[in-house]
């Protein structure tokens, strides 16, 4: 973990990359230099543990760069992956006791991190933050809605085809010579098949049904150029 204790300078927020998309982005100059006073910036490798589940809340923060997964374990010690976060994404619980699920990075990331009781302090004295927090939490319900629907409604063609036009939404690079999208996985196949409640050889074989249609090609285990999305599309539903 590498960890800058010292407030965040305002150069730093100038320059963000997710500054627009972020829980400050409604945030007047000010505000934010009242804010930059109580954040830090924090480093995470992959596979580090930013908060555990059950413990106590005591960190929230920004995601700038990176994916990290919101994981629960049932009581025989089985790991549930909850969801994923990404780049402009809030992570932890403002105004809560403890933290409901475990926080791990998936891959090497970069935030902006809070003590929560300085956060909630700051949230009730600036309404902006307060509403922005709220628009977040109505989201984010939203999400984990029409993530039940997935789960619960769609064959498995339709899981996978919807989890990766989520990836190329959230993470994909287009191809300088046309339409094409890449996506560097964060997640092995038996992370995947976790994520959509299948298993890993149904996600290989739903892959392979893929890349043999021509909708997505499979240059290595943890990239996946997107060839067809309107193939996808449809096969999602």
Do not use: C, I, W
């Given at each position: 973990m590498h960890d800058t204790q010292n407030p965040l300078p305002k150069s730093y927020c100038d320059a963000c990359a997710i500054r627009n998309r972020a829980i400050c982005a409604d945030l007047d100059e000010r505000e934010i230099g009242l804010l930059n006073g109580i954040g830090r910036r924090r480093k995470l490798s992959a596979g580090e543990q930013l908060m555990w589940e059950g413990d106590e809340a005591v960190l929230v923060a920004n995601v700038i760069e990176g994916v990290l997964k919101l994981s629960s374990h049932s009581a025989d010690g089985k790991e549930q992956i909850l969801g994923l976060v990404y780049p402009s994404d809030f992570l932890g619980r403002?105004?809560?006791?403890?933290?409901?699920?475990?926080?791990?990075?998936?891959t090497d990331a970069h935030i902006c991190v809070f003590?929560?009781?300085?956060?909630?302090?700051?949230?009730?004295?600036?309404?902006?933050?307060?509403?922005?927090l709220l628009e977040r939490t109505l989201s984010e319900l939203d999400r984990t809605r029409r993530w039940?629907?997935?789960?619960?409604?769609?064959?498995?063609?339709?899981?996978?085809?919807?989890?990766?036009?989520?990836?190329a939404e959230r993470l994909g690079t287009n191809q300088a010579s046309g339409p094409e999208t890449t996506v560097s996985l964060p997640l092995s196949r038996q992370q995947i098949a976790d994520v959509l409640g299948l298993t890993i050889e149904t996600v290989s074989r739903q892959l392979t049904r893929l890349r043999g249609a021509g909708a997505i090609d499979l240059p290595s285990r943890r990239e996946i150029v997107l060839r067809d999305t309107a193939d996808l599309e449809a096969r999602a539903g």
């Open positions: 403002p105004f809560g006791k403890t933290s409901p699920y475990g926080v791990e990075a998936l003590e929560r009781t300085d956060f909630d302090r700051f949230a009730r004295e600036h309404p902006r933050l307060e509403h922005k039940m629907l997935l789960l619960g409604r769609m064959n498995a063609e339709q899981k996978v085809a919807s989890f990766l036009l989520e990836m």
